[in-house]
């Protein structure tokens, strides 16, 4: 069975080979008769004489480790400038506000002495 294509596949490469080297009548022929019984004895010394009993499926499974880089833009807060008695002072939200939105800030007064 493989013998036979080896012989078919050896038999056109030497026909190749032969016409290409040699523009003489039978050169062609002479090599596919050489090819083909060159690749017969590959196959046979290829196949050690065993043959092919039985098959089996097996599953096979690879590891693949990607490695990615990644940059992610996040907000984590709002900077708020807000007129206080004023005063243009800034502030700092979790949330967004909209420009003109009316908030209530907590103010602390601290004193000191000099």
Known sequence: ?????????????GSAIGNKTSDNDGAGAAGAVVGALLGREHAKKNSGGQKIIGYRQQEVCNVRTVMMEQTVEEITGYRLRVEVDGKIISLESQNPRAV???????????????
Do not use: F, K
């Open 1 to 13: 069975d493989s013998d036979l294509g080896a012989m078919i596949i050896g038999g056109v490469i």
């Open 100 to 114: 003109g939105e009316r908030i209530e800030i907590n103010r602390r007064t601290t004193y000191s002495l000099r």
